[in-house]
């Protein structure tokens, strides 16, 4: 075979080699499982960030799967179990904790997390290593109605000290909601231990003195809303999007209400909430899931989700935005957001849960209840709660 016959074969090889590869399927192992837990109301935004980077990233292919909020927990158990666990998958950090105990993630190096918020990051630590990536927030403010209360109140301390002013004016100063999961937990949260009976007996003296109304042992935040929209109480603790609520369902109240930062103990330390991402130890495309998860909690994927729900960014960068430090005097949800976002400035000393909570919640809130009524010196009844709460430990 003459040379020139030879150089027409190598140069047919070729040419079909490199249509092969033009025209070659995108390779599906490298697929990511993405898991959320009810987002599916946000699918245009989710599916917008997986387009765009598949577009930066064409060698990696996202599989969005949404699971319902009941769920969560249950199926992510029995998948981080299995050889086939999802490569990322959104949580809450007291579960992502607890997986993270049972040594079924993936430690993440902290140097790969500089573009979160500082106290964020601390407060998702397990045993001084990373387990999780943050992905948004929330942090209650202090819903209060100006035409009951002349000042803003910074303490709890602050609070009792009013209550008998706001009773005169045929109001109470607040529904605490006190034996609502672990309301009570993180109010002793913001104090020293050493402060703990304080803080029952400040409640105590609240509702023996008909300065809190008597549901405060039964009620729920939703209830406390409508007491507060009834302007039976002067303030609330809650979320920023509550403000929506009173808006539309009573505006009277709203052209009243102003907003502040929560209420806070000795420590002066913040509630807030968060939800995170954790990758299984067994997930197959760690590195690619971890990729991914940085690029949806990027500046610019962080604001785009704060401005379509009321949640909070997580991204440094993205809290710096003027979205989060400026606001027009007039709006009301715009201030409470950047009074929010502000908050997560302090979050430390962080409330945890432990690994029995539920039933640590049951015995708080039954000595809460049992303090309140009277049914026992608040001495021993907090005594016999620590030795009751030390047999869960």
Known sequence: MNRKILTIIFTTFLIITGLFFIFKKPDTNNEVVFWT?????????INGVINDFEKENPDIKIKWVDVPFSEGEKRTLASVLSDNPPDLVNLNPDFS??????????????????QFNDEILKSIETDGKMFSIPWYATSAITIYNKDLISF?????????EIAPQIRKKGAYITLPNITENDTMLKILNKYPKEKKQYVYTLFKNLYSNDLIPKETVTMTLSEALEKYMSENIALIGAGANF??????????????????EQIKGDLGQNDFSLMNFVIPLKAKHKDE????????????????????TNVLA????????DFYKKYDKNDLMAKARVISAGQLN??????????????????????????????????????????NIKMLE
């Open 314 to 321: 997580v991204n440094k960068e993205t809290l710096n935005n």
């Open 97 to 114: 904790a607890t997986l993270a105990h049972k040594g079924a993630l993936w430690e993440i190096q902290k140097s790969k997390l500089t």
């Open 243 to 260: 403000l929506n609520m009173i808006k539309e369902n009573a505006p009277q109240t709203y052209s009243k209400t102003d907003v502040a």
């Open 346 to 387: 302090k979050l430390q000393p962080v409330f945890r849960t432990q690994k029995n909570q539920k039933e640590i919640n049951n015995l708080v809130n039954n000595a809460v209840q049992n303090i309140l009524l009277n049914k026992g010196e608040t001495k021993k009844i907090l005594k016999e709660l620590d030795k």
């Open 152 to 160: 803003v109140l910074k303490t709890y301390g602050q609070l009792a």
């Open 37 to 45: 837990l009810q987002m599916s109301d946000f699918a245009p935004y």
């Open 289 to 308: 899931a971890l990729k991914f998860a940085l690029f949806l909690t990027n500046d610019k994927n962080q604001l785009e989700l704060a401005k379509l």
